[in-house]
C-alpha cells in the first residue's frame, strides 16, 4: 500500500477528490494531509473523510527535523501538491526523489515560477488573450514549476471569458483528470 501525502494551502477539493478517489484503492491511500495554513478549508474536508492533517507554519517547513519523522510517522511513500502554497523545501524532494508531484492550473511552460499560482495564473491567460488553458501535472524540483511534465489537459477558452470562467473551466479538468492521474503515477512505483 502506498501512503500519499496531499499538501495543501487552501479550499482543498482537489485534496477532496484524491481522497475519495484512494478510499476504494488496494494499491494507495491518502494517510495524511498537511496544510501550510491552519484556517484551510481542507482540514475541514479531510477531517470529514477521516484522514488525520498537520498543519506546518513556513517556519515549520523549513525545518526537516519537524517535517520528516511526521511524514515518517505515517508511513508517507508519496507527496502530492494540492494548491500548495509555500516553495516546496527542496530536502523533500531530495527525500522524496521523482516521487513529489504538483497541479499546475495553467499549460506549462507557459504562466508558472515562483508567485504564479491560483487566480494570478488565470488572470494571467487572461491578458495574455490565449484561446486555450488546462492543467499540468509534474514533478517537483528546487526550480518551481520547471520539473518534468507528466501530463496536460486542455480545453479551450473565448475573449469573452473572464478569469473566473477561465478558473471555473480549468477547475473541471483537475476534478476530472487529477486524481487518475495520480493513480497512474503511484501504480508504477
Do not use: W
Not at 473566473?164 to 487518475?180: G, N, Q, T
Request: glycine share 6%; proline share 6%.
Amino acid at each position: 500500500m502506498i501512503h500519499i501525502a496531499v499538501f495543501v494551502s487552501g479550499n482543498g477539493t482537489n485534496c477532496e477528490a484524491l481522497i475519495r478517489h484512494f478510499g476504494t484503492s488496494a494499491r494507495a491511500k491518502v494517510a495524511l494531509v498537511v496544510s501550510s495554513r491552519k484556517d484551510s478549508f481542507a482540514l475541514v474536508r479531510a477531517s470529514n473523510l477521516g484522514v488525520p492533517s498537520v498543519t506546518f507554519d513556513k517556519e515549520r517547513l523549513a525545518d526537516p527535523s519537524a517535517v520528516i519523522p511526521v511524514l515518517g510517522r505515517y508511513s508517507i511513500d508519496f507527496i502530492v501538491l494540492a494548491g500548495f502554497l509555500p516553495v516546496f523545501p527542496t530536502y523533500l524532494i531530495e527525500e522524496f526523489p521523482r516521487k513529489v508531484v504538483n497541479l499546475h492550473p495553467a499549460l506549462l511552460p507557459k504562466f508558472g515560477g515562483k508567485g504564479m499560482y491560483g487566480h494570478r495564473v488565470h488572470e494571467a491567460v487572461k491578458a495574455a488573450g490565449e484561446t486555450e488553458t488546462g492543467m499540468t501535472v509534474h514533478y517537483v524540483t528546487p526550480e518551481v514549476d520547471c520539473g518534468e511534465i507528466i501530463a496536460q489537459f486542455k480545453v479551450p477558452i473565448s475573449p469573452e471569458d473572464t478569469a473566473d470562467d477561465i478558473a471555473a473551466k480549468e477547475h473541471v479538468l483537475e476534478m476530472k483528470y487529477f486524481p487518475r492521474v495520480v493513480e497512474e503515477i503511484v501504480e508504477k512505483l
